[in-house]
């Protein structure tokens, strides 16, 4: 089957000026219970990997440049029941908020100059660099330094003298990482809710000021970033003190996902159920953390509803290690519609007995596979057909491909994704 045609430089040109120099304020506001009759019922989305072609610290980075190449590949076709977009994650917490803001805006004025459907992904969870005040606990020569802090990182017990001073994340490959947050702290929490107040008013008001044939370019907001305690961000046995030796040093077995709640490392979360005030004694149990995790996702959705996002606008990222495990339950809330991770499961969610278990007793009006991938085959064939058997239940609203930057050099998943996004033979 033949490619869809790649644009012509005619076309890149006309699709930069779309974006009309006199855009009125329309009556649609972002709180109607229902989408827009005239938008596509699903999307296939390609994110952008953060700091490969969009970097949230160099704004102009988010620019046209980087949603054309994608629609060079995927052009936009009206009439298609399901269309391509582009998403990409802000982490507030990564870069000063000036900084986060200027992308931001760059990423949503792109979208529309290009008439490009996007999702914005908000995460407060996995990268805070930025915010020493909340972490730095442990170095008074860096910013931010007061021993309170020990309260909003995690601990591997109930004693302040067992707060972390580092994690471990292995996203492809081992990194060392700051220590995870606790996901209770109120004044970690209170940090979140800012940052929801600063980012998602800025995104309903570039959705107000759309033109009624584009306001189908807002498929939402996606909170969380596989909200749980322990996976993300993970700490070894008496992890601290590997922190004072090269990181050649550190141990290199990883987490045993089977093995709930200590994922075969250090367990942590003491932090979490403490500040929750769910126990001060004893180990925390998957439920325990399973409890904080919903709760702090579900903070956070409720914060972006009562700032106007509508349900089927907002979305929350769970995601599951061990077949059917608790924290498949983590991003069911009466706020949003709930998200995961697919990779195992990429070919067939329907074989996923933790989403499914879910879906039976969810009333959101939409689900998401908002982060997937699938592994080991290039076959146009069977990349169809994986995409297809995700988007076959019509709750689905999109998939979200993590990357564009793992399939650039894919042409058999590019192949069907051109495909899907064609629109029906006349």
């Not at 760059?106 to 459907?117: D, W």
């Not at 939402?220 to 993970?234: A, C, D, Y």
Request: aromatic letters at 8%; hydrophobic letters at 40%.
């Amino acid at each position: 089957m033949n490619r869809a045609p790649r644009l012509s430089s005619i076309s890149l040109a006309l699709c930069l000026t779309l974006l009309s120099p006199s855009v009125s304020m329309t009556a649609e506001e972002p709180n109607a219970t229902q989408p827009q009759q005239t938008a596509p019922r699903q999307f296939i989305l390609l994110n952008r990997a953060p700091g490969q072609g969009m970097n949230q610290a160099v704004p102009s980075s988010l620019g046209p440049q980087n949603f054309i190449e994608i629609l060079e590949h995927f052009p936009h076709q009206p009439d298609a029941a399901v269309q391509p977009g582009v998403s990409f994650i802000f982490s507030p917490f990564r870069t000063p908020p000036e900084t986060t803001l200027a992308a931001l805006r760059q990423f949503l004025h792109s979208a529309e100059a290009t008439n490009t459907p996007v999702l914005v992904q908000i995460d407060t969870e996995q990268w805070w660099e930025a915010r020493p005040d909340l972490w730095n606990w442990w170095d008074p020569s860096r910013p931010g330094f007061d021993p309170a802090n020990r309260e909003n990182v995690e601990r591997t017990g109930y004693a302040l003298e067992t707060a972390l001073r580092i994690g471990w994340r292995n996203w492809g490959s081992q990194i060392r990482v700051l220590p995870p947050p606790n996901l209770a702290a109120p004044r970690y929490i209170e940090a979140c809710r800012t940052e929801i107040r600063r980012l998602v008013p800025v995104i309903l008001d570039w959705y107000r000021q759309l033109p009624q044939p584009k306001k189908q370019l807002f498929i939402g907001i996606k909170l969380g970033h596989e909200t749980s305690i322990g996976v993300n961000t993970f700490h070894y046995p008496d992890g601290n003190a590997l922190l004072e030796q090269p990181a050649e040093k550190d141990p290199v077995s990883g987490l045993q996902t089977d093995d709930v709640p200590a994922r075969g490392v250090a367990l942590i979360g003491y932090a979490a159920v403490s500040s929750a005030g769910i126990r001060s004694t004893g180990a925390p149990t998957e439920a325990d953390l399973t409890r904080v995790a919903r709760e702090y996702l579900e903070t956070l959705c409720r914060e972006a509803a009562n700032l106007g996002v509508p349900r089927d606008r907002l979305f929350a990222h769970g995601a599951g290690w061990k077949e059917g495990e608790l924290a498949y339950d983590i991003p069911i809330n009466a706020y949003a519609c709930p998200g995961w991770s697919f990779y195992k499961h990429a070919p067939d969610p329907g074989q996923d007995s933790g989403v499914q278990r879910n879906l039976a007793r969810s009333n959101a009006p939409y689900w998401a596979a908002t982060e997937w991938l699938l592994h080991g085959t290039e076959a146009t064939e069977a990349w169809r057909n994986a995409l297809s058997n995700t988007l076959a239940d019509p709750r689905c609203r999109y998939v979200c491909i993590f990357n564009w930057e793992s399939i650039r050099d894919n042409p058999g998943a590019q192949q069907a994704i051109a495909d899907l996004t064609q629109p029906p033979a006349p």
